[in-house]
């Protein structure tokens, strides 16, 4: 029979994936003698069997935890349910990959009327023997019996203002006692039974409850957001409770060995005398900064000091801890690696490696591609002159402007039409993590560093304020009043995450700078990745920021982008409606200057380095104006001409070059005469690759390839490549014959994966493709993440075709998944020469390729950090 249950101080080779990261670290933390409380997890393959069997227990698990119960119980010398000493239990999720908050928690269990009499008169601590039951109370009802949370806290919040106090810990023993009354009604109303008093039952159908968290929507959305698989179920840790709600001499924290944000050394957290747990991280009190607790708890400081010290050298990460200490004695109750922004994560890596803690592959493999994308986006600029409206703390670094929104789901909603958001709420709950996930940036009202907004902002990357006092909110009315000034819902504000000030109004932003550890880093995974990495880049300034950013080279030149301009818009048109050879040439010959222009800036700005130009692609109706926009009756006609049922599958591509090849001679020449000036002024000299688009048939390619031969010989020798952009399925299939007439091949994986899965992206996304991924239909966007069982098998095929024929065969990739760390690392996988993607996606790629490379070879096993 499987074993589901495991004590702390139990050996389970399985580690994290059978114990989930917090099972982990509680068993790992009690073998090397941290002081943690006494308790067992129950294993993912519980919660995966309990999911496989209709959420029903599987055989055996019952009586396992009962029997690791009866050993907790001998171990603390006290029963659950005790009516004069009773065992206290906290039932906490922890999955494999950190998900904070995401999942459910409960405290206290095991009170019930009698035990909680008996609580009190055994500690001589009537008001924490109360308070605790009343949190037992609204945490099972709201976990267990899904009791909405408002309806407790609006009785606390009455009982508070009726007693004229702002905190919970102004209430005394008396009024907890009533509070307990009025809670136990809620839940009678709400379940229409009384609150179980065997505490058995209470923890069979808290484990339950857990379980069946993995699969709430909060958990689902956040899974979607961070990739995390659905299948790896989350396991329970139960522990027998310590108390930080005993009075002055005791309290609950949060702390991390170095600075989230930044990544700077130091002790860094926040801590709640006479307070649980879940007070600090749902910022219903706002916290004290961890170093107050030297002067308040001296002796307990140090000995978290020192074990914190311990735990960072022995996992080799920066820690997140959460810890208690009850009547002046210290508990830790988690460790994990720290979720924490790019600019720590670099900073972590490179100091790490000075210490001698980790190598440079360590270091270069801890840190998420994805993250990258945190460090490459503007600021608010230092020198401005601003009028600060409210100020709070600096929970997650960033500038962010958007429209106000004070509900998760309005943010979702307009968030994902393309709006931009703020989201401004008193506290974030986990069941905001969708309009969370939607925003701009994120500002609460209470809260500090560790509460659940400013940990999931981190997470995520997006700037975060929390704790601004100088904001309130009326729901009702939605609106916030911001340091004395009312602002409605729709309304623009700005947030800096950096420093943690507030305004009104949208505020002007400057270029990111990029720092030296993100060049220390960068540097370290050149040195070990195979692939090149291009950049996507129409404009001689997109090139000269792709270059800035370490590309090397230009992957995809668009020439269509350089149509639109106003000054060559009207020739394109007027090539477009000429009705012989001789029209459209004249139009051609005045676009040529044009067009050597635009080619002469990009081969400056990338001189030495391989430029890939694709020849004009798109139909020509994207050219003109709508019919009902034209201005004469000849354009209408040429339009009514030029419509097609399915452009994306019509007369475009190399079909446009074969029909109209002056179009294409045109283009060639320009891209001659500029290499020849760019050489002649710089004494440097591009390589340019020539290639045709939407190659499906190998007699495409060699009559394009003939009409480019020639025309270069007409200009004058330079050195160049003449190839394909590989797009749809047949060209892959036939690849060996379209390799013939080839120098190179560019995978187009943007138009591959839709004429692979008969997928429109414009008709996809936001339709029925959304769809699919809230239901599990698929697991990840194919246009965001390679398909690689399918567009990827396509890929595979090509590459060994066309190499079959040509093992010199140059082959990247130039759609958008080229600077996505998985799509790297299959094209790392394939072969490939090169991944080229948006130019700020550069270092993305460049750490993905990276990556890919030590684990093909096995060097680095480091998962990147904050799982």
Known sequence: MARYVYDFDDAAAAGRDLLGGKGAGLAEMTQIGVPVPAGFTITTDACRAYMREGKRMPAGLEQEIAAHLAQLEERAGKRLGDATDPLLLSVRSGAAISMPGMMDTILNLGLSDAATEGLARKTGNERFAYDSYRRLIQMYGEVVDGIDAHEFEQRLTDLKSAKGVRQDTDLDAGDLRALVDVFRSIYEQATASAFPQDPREQLSRAVRAVFASWDNPRAQVYRRAHDIPYDLGTAVNVMQMVFGNKGETSATGVCFTRDPATGGQGLYGEFLPNAQGEDVVAGIRTPLPLAEMRDTLPEAFDQLVETIGMLERHYRDMQDIEFTVEEGMLFLLQTRSAKRTAAAALKTAVSMVDEGLISREEAVARIDPASLDQLLHPRIDPDARLAVAAKGLNASPGAASGR?????????????????????????????????????????????????????????????????????????????????????????????????????????????????????????????????????????????????????????????????????????????????????????????????????????????????????????????PSEEEATDERMRRRIRALREANPMLGTRGCRLGLMFPEMYEMQVRAIVRATVAVSERTGEAPLVEIMHPLVGFAEELRRLRELTIRTVEEEGQIEYLCGTMIELPRACMRADEIAEHADFFSFGTNDLTQTALGFSRDDAEGKFLTYYLQHGVLEQNPFETLDQSGVGDLMRIAVERGRSVKDDLKLGICGEHGGEAKSVAFCDELGLDYVSCSPYRVPLARLAAEQAALAATGAASYVAAGG
């Open 404 to 624: 106000i929104v004070f509900d998760a789901d309005t943010a979702a909603e307009r968030g994902g039409a393309g709006e931009k958001v703020v989201l401004v709420r008193w506290e974030t709950t986990p069941d905001d993590i969708h309009g969370m996930i939607a925003a701009q940036g994120i500002l609460t009202v209470h809260g500090g560093m560790t509460s659940h907004a400013a940990v999931v902002a981190r997470g995520m990357g997006k700037p975060c304020v929390a704790g601004a006092e100088g904001v309130s909110i009326d729901a009702a009315a939605k609106t916030a009043t911001i340091g004395g000034t009312i602002v409605h819902e729709g309304e623009p504000i700005t947030l800096d995450g950096g420093t943690g000030r507030v305004f009104i109004g949208k505020v002007e932003l400057v270029a990111p700078q990029i720092n030296e550890d993100f060049e220390t880093v960068l540097a370290w995974a050149d040195d070990f990745r195979r692939l090149n990495v291009r950049a996507n880049a129409d404009t001689p300034e997109d090139a000269a920021k792709a270059r800035k950013f370490g590309a090397q080279g230009i992957g995809l030149c668009r020439t269509e982008h350089m149509f639109f301009g106003e000054e060559r818009l009207p020739h394109v048109q007027e090539m477009i409606l000429a009705e012989d050879l001789a029209g459209r040439q004249a139009a051609l010959d005045r676009l040529l200057p044009m067009q050597q222009s635009d080619f002469e800036g990009i081969f400056e700005a990338m001189a030495g380095l391989p430029v890939t130009i694709r020849l004009l692609d798109p139909p020509l109706h994207e050219f003109l």
